[in-house]
Each structure stands twice: as C-alpha cells, then as structure tokens.
C-alpha cells in the first residue's frame, strides 16, 4: 500500500506546490499500523506517527528505518496481537523520541484518552 498512499500524499500536496505542504503526521493502529509503518520507513515527508496494536517480523525489519517521533499504543491483554510482538515493535524503531503508551485491557480497549493523547502529540510535533 506505499505507492498508494504516497500518490495520495502526492495529490494532497499538489502537483505545482499549491496543496499544504506543511509536516506530514500519520495515525494508524491495528492494520493502520501494518499499513503505516512501511510507508513512514519509505516516505521522508512523515514528520511523526502513532502506531500500535501491531507486530510482526515484517513491520519489525521495517522499523529501524523511522527516525520520526513516535508514540506507540499497546494493549496489556490484546488477544489479536501479542504482547511480545508489540514491545519487539516498539524496541525496532530507530526514533529518538518515542513512548510507548501500555493500557491494560484487549485490543479494542484502547482508552478514549489516547485519542487525545495522539492529539497533543501531534499538537507538539506538527504546529508551525
């Protein structure tokens, strides 16, 4: 799914400048991780990302390649993705800033305030 999301970055951004050219952040957990943490290794216009509820080899070996900010949701007793799997992610990333954020609960227990979590995260790292 890279190409497809760095043509849809491409089409935000306009082909003559005249789109928002302004830092980049991605937000995607579960499969939105699986999907955004290729496309944050291989695209420099992410300026930071919140990832979580995911793990695997593949996303591993593609972690090392995010430098950005990062904040990383995991669930305590998610049933779908490991905990081990989650905590190898989180370790993978190359970034100097990153946090994790560890709530008890199964994967679609994630509390309403890591929403607004995310936010503030952004808030700090995306702002003019």
Known sequence: AVPEWQATLDALQ???GAGTRGPVG?????MGSGIGV???AADPRISAAVFGLAG???????????????EFLLQWDDE?????????LFGAFAS???TLHLNPGGHQDVPAFELESSERFFARHLAG
Not at 26 to 30: E, I, M, R
Not at 56 to 70: D, M, Q, W, Y
């Open 56 to 70: 695997g080899e593949s996303l591993t070996r593609a972690a090392p390649a995010i430098t950005v900010p990062v």
């Open 26 to 30: 991605f937000w995607g957990v579960s």
């Open 80 to 88: 779908v993705v490991p905990r081990d799997a989650g905590l190898g």
């Open 14 to 16: 306009g082909p003559d």
């Open 96 to 98: 100097r800033e990153k």
């Open 38 to 40: 290729p496309f944050a």
